[in-house]
């Protein structure tokens, strides 16, 4: 089927937010012996991030017994990260000591300090501290969504204290609470209690939720219109997010131009699948599924979406590097497990992704597909800055099968362009190519055309892209591409 990207270098939509600069690391346990090859490779491939998220459990690090605190383990995790990345968001999870151990803000508030300084102390690039994990899931069973704040309002007390302490270069940041989605039942609450709080030292620097789909709290209540409703189906249902927050921020005297940042998103929430015996196809699923859910985040104002992860502990079907897999051959294998003998420097098609939206330009133009609908179908972002230009276009189908030749019309070039020998490379992944299991010696991002060529005054390509493929087209001045 013929559909048509018309790109207009001459629009342009301001800075591009390169999603793939904002990830995910697991725990700290997780994946240790593959960690440092892992930094090497991902600072290599174009993907040190802007913000990478890490992980630390109050109760994993404060022995209650002994009131001692134990960064065994916890500080090379940190180190690691500090080399991957310009900032850190540190999540301050505290779910253990409210849920299992009944303590109150005041009982948590000293514990937080303590680890929250010492690992500023440390990692001077930690910036951010998300307060909470999926509390509306982890916490449901025993704090109100209005009573959420009380805890929060000890994180951000803790955070002005120690910025006061330290005065440190980059002061910390605080913000949360990280909701499994976007959750007003949660949120408006959460936020009557920020508005009505009196402090003038009060603050949220930036709100956050996970994007997967829209699911019952954790009560133990599966009921109800949010009962399992994924975004691989449309992932445009995002696109008015932030719109409602605005709104909600708006009706309450609030700024509305704090951040969002998304700061877990994926096809597959949990154990899902689309494919339950062999799940390998569902790794390409992703690979076009997850831009496609960043590209409606990236069309709202002041919204941040975080990849998710690295190595999952357990879910194979969110591994940005390949991990399931010795000597080729799929195994299934979890963090804390034998991981010795896994590859490393490999990525996944959805890795593949992200080190194609690293090859785009920091600008972004205006770029419009005649075939997408709800969600699914032919996707484009365009870019250009001083060194050259690049579109991005992706297939996004999900589990259908409708392929598409897409002409993509790039009309004039950018003046920088424009008169010169340019060489255009093509990079793709689909279920052969860039696919580490069609065939392991061309896992990694391939490039599968060079051409020198001298544009006319109007240059288009045409691509042929399969049901959830990616193609990248890079033009660049040169005088050959070998």
Known sequence: MPATVQVDFNKSRGDFVHPERYNNFTRWSSWQPQRDADIRFLNEQ???????????????VHDPKTDTYNYQGVDDYMADASLLSDELLMVMDTRVSVRDMGRSPADIKPIIK????????????IRYIEAFNEPDHNLAKNITPAGLYDYYKVYYEAVNEINRELQPQVPLEIGGPGYMQYNEKWMYPFLDRYAADPSPDKRLDFLSWHAYGEFPEGTGDSNGPRAYHFYKGNPSEVAGQRKQLNEALSSRGLDTKIPAFITETGIYPGPSFDNKDDPRPDYLIGAAGVPALHYWYLEQ???????????????????QLITRS???????????ENVGNLPVNTFTPYGNAMAMMAKLKNERVEAQSNALKEGKGVYSIATKDKYGAAVMVWNYQHTGTQPYRVSINMGELPANLQGKRLCQRMYRIDDQVSNYWANRETANLQQVGATTISPTRRH??????????????????????T
């Open 46 to 60: 174009g993907l040190h991030g802007k913000i990478y998220k890490v992980w630390v459990d109050a109760e994993r």
């Open 114 to 125: 303590r680890i929250m300084m010492d690992m500023k102390k440390r990692y001077p690039q």
């Open 301 to 319: 104002p002041d919204t941040y979406p975080f990849n998710w992860v690295i190595r999952h502990s357990s879910e194979e079907r969110k591994d």
């Open 326 to 336: 010795r000597n080729g051959e799929h195994i299934a294998v979890r963090g804390a």
């Open 460 to 481: 288009s390509v045409s691509v042929d892209l399969a049901a959830n493929a990616l193609q990248l087209v890079v033009l660049e001045p040169g005088q050959s591409c």
